[in-house]
């Protein structure tokens, strides 16, 4: 067995020697500080939020208002969290209402990747 990655591009699949995925890997670890030095505490806690509870939101978006509740948040703070969150990094989509409908690795969107968790919530993968 070769040591290599098979990735896929399209309709065509192509190894990559191992070694080389290996120092993309190392390079790309460098720069995730710096990508994530925008976050807050509150950029965290409203991540981490909305990808716990989207897979629990019985496959609708999670509403800002929602969402600005629950944290115990001002909806003016969520709402620019979001928005800067979606910016930042594209951490998470925002749909047509302002609503949080992806939040990577989840969404709320029909995708061709289904989950189900063993706790028995269903999402799609983003």
């Known amino acids: 067995m070769s040591d290599t990655i098979l990735v896929g591009r ?4 192509h190894e990559v020697p191992a070694a080389n995925w290996r120092e993309h890997l190392e390079a790309a670890r460098a720069h995730v500080p710096h ?12 991540r ?10 019985e496959g609708k978006a999670l ?16 709402v620019a969290l979001l928005a800067e969150l979606q910016r930042g990094l594209f951490f998470l989509v925002l749909n047509a209402a302002g609503d949080v409908s992806w939040a990577f690795p ?11 968790f063993s706790s028995g919530e269903e999402i799609w993968a983003a």
Do not use: C
């Open 63 to 78: 509403r800002t208002e929602d969402i600005a509740r629950k944290l115990d948040l001002a909806l003016e703070r969520v």
């Open 10 to 13: 399209g309709k065509h699949i």
């Open 48 to 57: 981490n939020f909305v990808v716990y509870e989207l897979p629990r939101n």
């Open 35 to 46: 990508r994530l030095s925008f976050m807050t505490e509150e950029h965290h806690r409203v």
């Open 106 to 116: 989840v969404t709320a969107e029909r995708t061709p990747h289904a989950l189900r």
